[in-house]
């Protein structure tokens, strides 16, 4: 029996609604900045179970917008809103080695680079550790593989940028910025 996109966020939405007690769906108004990620991360979700819960196979999301939530707490929609766009760098970073790579191409900037675990479309700046150097890249890769200290690959521009081509690998702090 195959059910249709309707009967599947049916299903979802009770699932969740299960799992979240006796917590209601919601809603949230899309705000400038909000990415789905934060969005689901906020209501305690995954991206795809949100995407279900709305009926969609798109991520495309877009200001004013309104989107189903599990609970529709202000709380979690305070947290959203809080943490769409910072101004500055998130004041928690990560530290460990960065190397270059050929990078792969964005229509939006050369300037990019390919990390484990950001969504793609996150902005981070990444300040070599030693000259106090900075760069700030798109993430829209994933990578380095292999080597657990080394935590972002640079496009070579990025790479360059940063000072880094001569050395390889350099000490660096990624902090995300949007």
Same mark, same amino acid.
């Given at each position: 029996?195959?059910?249709? +996109?309707?009967?599947?966020? /049916?299903?979802?939405?009770?699932? *969740?609604?299960?799992?979240? @007690? %006796? !917590?209601? $769906?919601?809603?949230?108004r899309v705000?400038?900045?909000?990415?789905?990620?934060?969005?689901?991360?906020?209501?305690?979700?995954?991206?795809?179970?949100?995407?279900?819960?709305?009926? +969609?196979?798109?991520?495309? /999301?877009?200001?004013?917008?309104? *989107?189903?939530?599990?609970? @529709? %707490? !202000?709380? $979690?929609?305070?947290?959203?809103?809080?943490?769409?766009?910072?101004?500055?760098?998130?004041?928690?970073?990560?530290?460990g080695q960065?190397?270059?790579?050929?990078?792969?191409?964005?229509?939006?900037?050369?300037?990019?680079?390919?990390?484990?675990? *950001?969504?793609?479309?996150?902005?981070?700046?990444?300040?070599?550790?030693?000259?106090?150097?900075?760069?700030?890249?798109?993430?829209?890769?994933?990578?380095?593989?292999?080597?657990?200290?080394?935590?972002?690959?640079?496009?070579?521009?990025?790479?360059?940028?940063?000072?880094?081509?001569?050395?390889?690998?350099?000490?660096?702090?990624?902090?995300?910025?949007?």
């Open positions: 029996m195959s059910l249709s +996109r309707a009967g599947r966020a /049916i299903l979802v939405a009770a699932a *969740l609604a299960g799992m979240l @007690g %006796s !917590a209601q $769906a919601g809603s949230y705000q400038s900045g909000d990415t789905l990620w934060q969005i689901a991360r906020a209501h305690g979700v995954s991206v795809q179970a949100l995407l279900d819960l709305n009926g +969609r196979t798109d991520g495309v /999301i877009r200001p004013g917008e309104v *989107l189903t939530v599990p609970g @529709g %707490s !202000a709380a $979690a929609q305070a947290t959203v809103r809080a943490a769409a766009v910072p101004a500055t760098p998130q004041a928690v970073g990560q530290r960065a190397v270059y790579y050929g990078g792969r191409r964005d229509a939006r900037t050369v300037m990019t680079a390919a990390h484990l675990n *950001l969504p793609f479309g996150t902005w981070v700046r990444v300040t070599h550790e030693r000259t106090g150097r900075s760069v700030d890249v798109l993430i829209n890769d994933r990578g380095p593989f292999g080597v657990p200290s080394r935590i972002i690959d640079l496009s070579r521009e990025a790479a360059s940028a940063l000072g880094i081509l001569s050395e390889g690998i350099a000490p660096v702090r990624v902090d995300v910025l949007r």
